[in-house]
Each structure stands twice: as C-alpha cells, then as structure tokens.
C-alpha cells in the first residue's frame, strides 16, 4: 500500500501560478507512474498530467503549455506546477500514483486538494 498526501493548493487570480506537491509514502518502490488529476462540481474526474519513473510525461491538451509535471524519485514525489491559471482550471486536484504487483496494477489517490481560481 502507499498513501498519497498532496499540498499546495489555494485561491490564486486568473493568470497566476500555484505548485501542487504529492509525497508518497509507504511501499512505494513499486511504483510505475505518478499523476494528477482533477475534478470540477458537476463533472467527472479527468486526467491533468502524468509522469512515468522514465520521465516520460502526458498532458491533458486544456494544459499542455501551461503546467509542467515532474517528479523526485529520491523523495517519491511528484509537483505540478500551474502557470498562467484560468477559471476553468478551478476543481479540486488529486494525486494518483500506479502500483505494479505480480497481479496487475492499482491506483491509489490521495485526498484532494482544492484549487481556485478567480476571474
């Protein structure tokens, strides 16, 4: 199991920036992929931006340009940082990170943490 605890979000004007944090703890040596997602009132939760142990990184297109993911293998965490924000980007945003097991994979979230932007 690994437990997910996020920091960093808040209320931020329109054109602003944040940097949200997720630490990882626990048996998180098996971990494949990191993430971000969020989830507005009334909508369902969509993929922000992900991170795999390569490097390799996905954006959503609603970001792409605007946030960067990266991450610190040596800490086992993973930051988002938020440039030039918009309402739109106003829901609150969760950790994921992907777990390998010899039987599959799991996600685990963390508990979300709230990012509001206003006009």
């Known amino acids: 199991q690994v437990q997910l605890v996020e920091s960093g979000g808040g209320l931020v004007q329109a054109g602003g920036s944040l940097r949200l944090s997720c630490a990882a703890s626990?048996?998180?040596?098996?971990?494949?992929?990191m993430g971000w997602y969020r989830q507005a009132p009334g909508k369902q939760r969509e993929l922000v931006a992900t991170?795999?142990?390569?490097?390799?990184?996905n954006y959503a297109d609603s970001v792409k340009g605007r946030f960067t993911i990266s991450r610190d293998n040596a800490k086992n965490t993973v930051y988002l940082q938020m440039n030039s924000l918009k309402p739109e980007d106003t829901a609150v945003y969760y950790c994921n990170a992907l777990l390998r097991y010899t039987f599959g994979r799991v996600n685990y979230w963390g508990q979300g943490t709230q990012v509001t932007v206003s006009s």
């Open positions: 991170i795999t142990n390569s490097g390799s990184t």
């Open positions: 626990g048996s998180s040596f098996n971990i494949d992929a």
